[in-house]
């Protein structure tokens, strides 16, 4: 056995080792580590310290007619974002939470659900303005560097929508389709537009335009309404849905148009004004 003593700095060995170090020097034994010229007669590298890089965050885009929901997983489809001074908010229904006027205000952060997606609770934001009459509106703030406000539509048919602008079609019979979390894209026409929807208990909704043979159905209230410009991927944004009915095999969709959802010093993001 080769034995390496400290205090004389020499090597000992007996003579069985001895015969085998002689007769490896016979065939030159090629060493299987290789150290740097500079150090050969170390015998340790000494690799340069680098500082651990710090994860990239992941950034997540939320989509119209994705879905959203709050703590007890209630929720509904997300609209489109919108621009209020500094501030991003995602407009969706007010009935998300339920249609009570005071809402525990846990109940009001929400998190995204896409198409698809598990309840990882990737947050969103707080609802901070909510109507539920005489328009059904709220809005989301963007509180979380996880979540990328878009001016995207989810279309599970192919490529995103990209949202161009604004429409409001006056012609009855003319074509919108709607993204929501649950019937997904599906399209119909003009109906009414303009309609007043008054409840059995007193209440109403004004400014509805309705859709016909466009499916609207739990889970699907705050999808985006939008007309598609047959050659590019790009849509005008009509509205929001926020309810519907059956009737006689027909589907009606419930929808308030922008120009009644936005208020006063809001715009819709677009892919024309949008901050890169």
Known sequence: MIGYNQQQREFTYDETNAAFINSTKKINPIPIINYPEIQKNEGTVNLPNKKPKKPRAIVYRVLGGEGIYNIDRVGCSAGFWVRFQTLELLATVGHCPGDAAQIDPAKLVYYHLPWGGTYDFRLIGSMIIRFTRPVDRGFIIRNSTRISATPFITNGFGPEYRIAGTELPDTQGAIVCKSGYHSEVNCGTLFAIFGNL???????????????DMECVRGDSGGPVFTVDEFTSNVNLVGMAFGGIIENNINYCYVHPVSAILLEGMEVITINNTIT
């Open 198 to 212: 008054i409840h059995a208990d007193g209440t109403s909704h004004d400014n509805v335009i309705i859709v016909e």
